[in-house]
Every structure is written in C-alpha cells, then in structure tokens.
C-alpha cells in the first residue's frame, strides 16, 4: 500500500484546511487509517483515526471538535478537515494505514500502522 499526500500549507490562526491521502496498490479492501503529527522536537502523536466504511472515528483530544476525518472508498481517499486551526497545530502531518481494527487506545499507536504517507507540512501563523 502505497499513500500519497498532498495538500499542506501555510494558513493563519483561525483559518481551516483540508489534507488528503491517496491510497494505491491494496485497495480491493478499504483498510482503516489514522492521521498523526510531528512537530519540531516532539514524538509523532495521534491526531484521529477512521474505520474502514468510515462510520466510527476516534480523535484525540486536542483537535476534538475542530477536526474532522472522512474518507471517500470509491476513490480510495482518506481526508482530514482541520478547521480554527492554532499556531500549536503546526507540525508534519502523515497518514496512514492499518490492517487491523481496535479499540481508540490501539488506534492512537504508532505501532499499529503498517503503512505510511511521506508526510505534509502544515505552518499556522499567529
């Protein structure tokens, strides 16, 4: 499985957008995803995950409420909104993909994704 990636940016405080992944190779099976993050001196952390039909998400409590993760099967695509974005959301954010399904405590694992974008940049400016 190979996941691609685009959409990152610069945006302002308070503004919103939206990142993409593009799955290829194993799609016949839609497989759940997660998004994280990395900013400059930290560990990779959870941001949200969704399940294969995309009707249960999990997210982690700092974006709650302002972020929201959706996918699209048919063009096998996974998306993350991110709306009232703050200064602290700036990092490298990836996708990626699982061949299982678990409770929130396992999906916010690093360790439970097999398969990973190249990551985007995301900079919110003050």
């Known amino acids: 499985v190979q996941l691609v990636e685009p959409g990152g940016g610069l945006v302002q405080a308070g503004g919103s957008l939206r990142l993409s992944c593009a799955a290829s190779g194993r799609t016949f099976n839609p497989l759940p995803m997660g998004w994280f993050r990395q900013a400059p001196g930290k560990e990779r952390e959870f941001v949200g995950s969704?399940?294969?039909?995309?009707?249960?998400?999990y997210y982690a409590d700092s974006v709650k409420g302002r972020f929201t993760i959706f996918r699209d099967n048919n063009k096998n695509t996974v998306y993350l909104q991110m709306n009232s974005l703050r200064p602290e959301d700036t990092a490298v954010y990836y996708c990626?993909?699982?061949?299982?399904?678990?409770?929130?405590?396992?999906?916010?694992?690093?360790?439970?994704?097999?398969?990973w974008g190249q990551g985007t940049l995301v900079t919110v400016s003050s």
């Open positions: 990626a993909a699982t061949p299982y399904s678990g409770t929130y405590d396992f999906m916010t694992r690093v360790s439970a994704y097999n398969y």
């Open positions: 969704i399940n294969w039909s995309g009707g249960s998400t």
